[in-house]
Structures are given as structure tokens and as C-alpha cells.
């Protein structure tokens, strides 16, 4: 156990064919989500200064702008929330943490992945119905099918998945949900 109680975070392990091909579109997902995210708040600002701009300079509002913006920020959360999983950058609220690290307790690590990917899952699949319930709802100001804003949850959380399972593979049940405060406490030593 790490200081303050915190677990210690094994380190990774060598991968075998067919983890080291999750780890490349592992990878390869992670260089896209960066990409987007840095390409959408780059947007998202912009697009904030502009309709200011055009709205109390030019008198001239942009009326599809803040149904963009919304949406964009939608992508950028969820995505933002897939990227903080494989990061190790989430907020971890644990009250039994200290309790769990003891070997004895050991398995209520894998407990709590099991329970987290399930409802990882769940909404998983509550998003993908919704997407095919609204297949075809146009937004009101952009004319664009709704379903490209509400994509974002599926999308994310199909990327949420894929990063559990990485770190699944690479470590194991305790390094799932751990944050990054604890890896760093762990290499400190205690």
C-alpha cells in the first residue's frame, strides 16, 4: 500500500499478439481523441468569440451558433470523460479504498470493474437506442440530423470500454480505476 492508504498500481505487463493489437487501436484511438479534443475547444472558442462578436459589434447575430457550440461541448465531454479513463486523470470518490487494498479484500477490485463495465454497458446500450430512436430528428437551427450530436455518448463510451479493457489487460483490476494521484504515490514509495 502507497501513502495515505492509497493502493499501489502493479506495474504493466509484457502483452502477448493480441494485446499488443489492443494496445495499437488502443493507441490509435487515444492520438484521435486527443486530436478532437484539442481541434474542439479550439472551435468551441473561437466559434464563442465570433457570435460576441457578431452579435454586440455587427449587430448581426449568428443564430446556429450556440446549437453548434452545445453540441460540439457534448462531443468534447464525453470524449473528454473516455480520455480521463485512459489518462488516469477522472476523479475517483473511494470511501473503502484503504479497506480494498488489504490482500484479503483484493478481489472487490474486480468487483468494481465488473460493476463499473456493466453499467459502462448498460448505457452503452441506452445510447445506442436512443441514436436509433432519433434517426430522424433534425436539430431546429442547424437542419443536421440529431443523432450526430447524440452520437456522443456511444461513441464515448464504446472508447471507454476499449480503454478498460487495455488497462485491464496491461495491469489488471486495481489500475482500472485508479487515478493518476495514486500511480504517482505509488512510484514516491511509501
Known sequence: MGSLGRAVVPPARAPGPLARALVRADDAAA??????????HAVIALLVVAAVGFR???HDPLTWSQEF?????????FIGAAAAIRSRMHIRIDALGAVFARPSWSFMNWVGVVVGTLIVAALLWAGLLNASDI????????????VWFDGALPVALALLLLHIVRILVERDAAAVFA?????????AGP
Open 31 to 40: 492520438k484521435v481523441e486527443d486530436a478532437f479534443l484539442i481541434a474542439a
Open 56 to 58: 454586440y459589434v455587427l
Open 179 to 187: 487515478s493518476q494521484l495514486e500511480n504517482l504515490d505509488a512510484a
Open 135 to 146: 434517426r430522424g430528428v433534425q436539430t431546429p437551427m442547424l437542419d443536421v440530423a440529431q
Open 69 to 77: 457550440i452545445v453540441g460540439l461541448f457534448t462531443w468534447l465531454i
